[in-house]
């Protein structure tokens, strides 16, 4: 049956009030045992409203929305708390990606005030001999746990260090109406390599003897947990109003950007003209002081007359006299 109630998240927790003036919560969700978060694409009786899956370690709850934005950010709030890392995956806008960073800054601060004296945990206080197998994660029991219940394609079983920081563990998980979890230890033996303590121990010389040993055991049904980490397909990168300290998200260009065209060389003033001899250089030397020896070439080239000029000149000469004969 459903109720309808009103939410409020706080810290790792979610909190349902009969209505917003009520100071006494009638039920709490700790999302400790989170597992899933999904869509519910069936109809409401308010076409607006989204609805939510919520799957817990112990059963779903389906959750409603009162639209598609809201039911957005939900999902971004829930996933915030609970990975202390804001989604890339969600539709929404830079403002509420700036309220969800502050969120999980509030969310880590919160975590290490509450246990100020606890020291960040050692994954293993012993060293590993031989290679690392990629199933290996350093994470506790729920985690591994986790882990398996939520990604049941990548593999279902995972090693990682054991409770006492001394021996490595194995997690698996196979589903028998539900999820069935079993956690094998390996401990390092002195004479080196490692055993599976079970009830007939298993030796092993290395940490991938360990993994195959499961596998041949139960023939083929375990597999180890490989968990590929999805690489962003665009560069993105966050800009700053300078009018109103707004903080946007930009997706830079997939092509790649046009080369500004290079300016063709400059050409000797000296090689303008291949017809001519330098034409520029006789404009400078010409405009340039010249020694005042007599000898000087450039001196007499300047002075002396060019030929063209020498015929003009008799040419007008001519035309003078002969204005001055007829007016005579």
């Not at 960040?120 to 350093?138: D, K, N, T, W, Y």
């Not at 041949?216 to 597999?223: D, H, I, P």
């Not at 990168?237 to 290079?262: F, M, Q």
């Not at 450039?298 to 000469?317: G, V």
Request: aromatic share 4%.
């Amino acid at each position: 049956a459903s109720r309808r109630l009103w939410t409020c998240l706080c810290g790792n927790s979610l909190y349902f009030f009969n209505n917003a003036k009520d100071a006494h919560y009638v039920d709490k969700l700790d999302l400790s045992g989170f597992v899933s978060l999904k869509d519910d694409s069936s109809r409401d009786r308010n076409l607006e409203a989204a609805r939510l899956i919520l799957r817990m370690k112990d059963g779903e709850i389906k959750l409603t929305a009162p639209n598609l934005e809201a039911r957005e950010l939900w999902k971004g709030f829930l996933h915030s708390v609970i990975d202390l890392n804001v989604p890339s995956s969600l539709t929404l806008l830079p403002g509420q990606l700036q309220i969800l960073k502050e969120v999980v800054e509030k969310e880590r601060t919160r975590r290490r005030t509450r246990n100020p004296g606890r020291a960040p945990p050692s994954p293993l206080s012993v060293p590993l001999v031989g290679e690392i197998p990629a199933c290996f994660r350093p994470v506790s029991r729920t985690e591994a746990e986790v882990l398996l219940e939520r990604h049941p394609d990548c593999g279902n079983m995972l090693l990682r260090p054991g409770r006492d920081g001394c021996s490595l563990a194995v997690t698996t998980r196979q589903d028998l109406n539900g999820s069935v979890f079993r956690h094998y230890r390996v401990t390092q033996r002195d004479q080196g390599g490692y055993v599976i303590d079970v009830e007939n121990p298993i030796p092993c010389a290395t940490l991938h003897d360990v993994i195959d040993a499961l596998v041949e055991k139960t023939a083929g049904t375990l597999q180890p947990f490989l968990l590929e980490e999805p690489y962003e397909e665009n560069i993105t990168y966050v800009s700053a109003n300078d009018e109103n300290g707004e903080k946007i998200l930009h997706t830079a260009p997939s092509c790649p950007l046009p080369r500004v065209p290079a300016l063709p060389p400059k050409q000797d003033r000296w090689c303008t003209s291949p017809l001519s001899r330098s034409p520029a250089a006789d404009r400078r030397t010409l405009t340039s002081p010249v020694p005042a020896s007599p000898t000087n070439p450039m001196r007499r080239l300047i002075l002396s007359p060019s030929p063209l000029t020498q015929t003009l000149n008799e040419e007008l000469k001519m035309t003078l006299e002969k204005r001055r004969t007829s007016q005579d």
